[in-house]
């Protein structure tokens, strides 16, 4: 798994809602976590099958339902790179400022 592959799945409005929805913690069945989603339970399970494919999410099946739950390593993956960009930046920046002031 790739922060890219991680940030292409999160890359979406539906599919980042459906994360956001998944980041108390806790496990939905698919029926809860397509509500209000503005499009139909097939469009919602295709969501998040891109999801899945991507680590985000795990399924469940528990007798006619299947429950979402939200993998937060891979998250950590993502986070992990946004955090080496930003101390990138930083360096950079305290560069140019210590080239400033000289």
């Known amino acids: 798994m790739t ?3 991680i940030f292409k799945a999160l ?3 539906v599919r980042l809602e459906i ?3 998944l980041a108390d913690g806790s496990a939905y069945t ?3 976590l397509s509500k209000d989603l503005g499009i139909s339970r097939q469009g919602a399970r295709k969501q998040i099958q891109v999801l899945v494919s991507a680590n985000v999410v795990f399924l469940k099946p528990i007798g006619r339902e299947t429950l979402v739950t939200l993998d937060m390593s891979s998250l950590e993956l993502a986070r992990a ?3 080496s960009m930003e101390n990138q930046w930083d360096q950079r920046l305290n560069a140019l400022k210590n080239f400033v002031e000289k």
């Open 81 to 83: 790179f946004i955090t």
């Open 19 to 21: 994360v956001k929805r």
């Open 30 to 32: 698919m029926n809860n």
């Open 3 to 5: 922060a890219a592959q």
């Open 11 to 13: 890359g979406d409005p």
